[in-house]
């Protein structure tokens, strides 16, 4: 698959698998019964887990790129997307895989 492709759930597995995470992170939230609640780990719709990606990896974010509303680059990785976080993780993954994902990437 291109990783010009990934969006959504699909697009946060692989951004979580370059991360060496599991896709989800546990919270504790403190209701009545103190309880502990898993919920998913959504870096490209999320700002609070994707935003420290684009700044720690140093992504370079360009409005209305290429044909597409955002172009994100790093490392010479070029990828584009409806979305700037969409562009900046896409970018992220190709830095980790290279622009096509295979099925070995995940043991690399």
């Not at 919920?39 to 044909?67: C, F, H, K």
Request: glycine share 10%; net charge negative.
């Amino acid at each position: 698959m291109k990783v010009s492709e990934l969006q959504g759930a699909l697009l946060d597995y692989w951004v979580a698998e370059a991360e060496g995470i599991n896709g989800y992170i546990t919270i504790d939230r403190f209701f009545r019964n103190h309880s502990t609640h898993a919920i998913p780990y959504s870096p490209s719709t999320d700002w609070s887990r994707g935003g420290p990606i684009i700044e720690r990896e140093e992504i370079q974010l360009v409005p209305r790129a290429n044909g597409e509303q955002w172009s994100a680059g790093i490392n010479h990785h070029i990828q584009g997307g409806t979305t700037s976080l969409q562009a900046a993780l896409r970018c992220f993954v190709a830095s980790k895989y290279g622009n096509e994902l295979t099925d070995d990437a995940r043991k690399e």
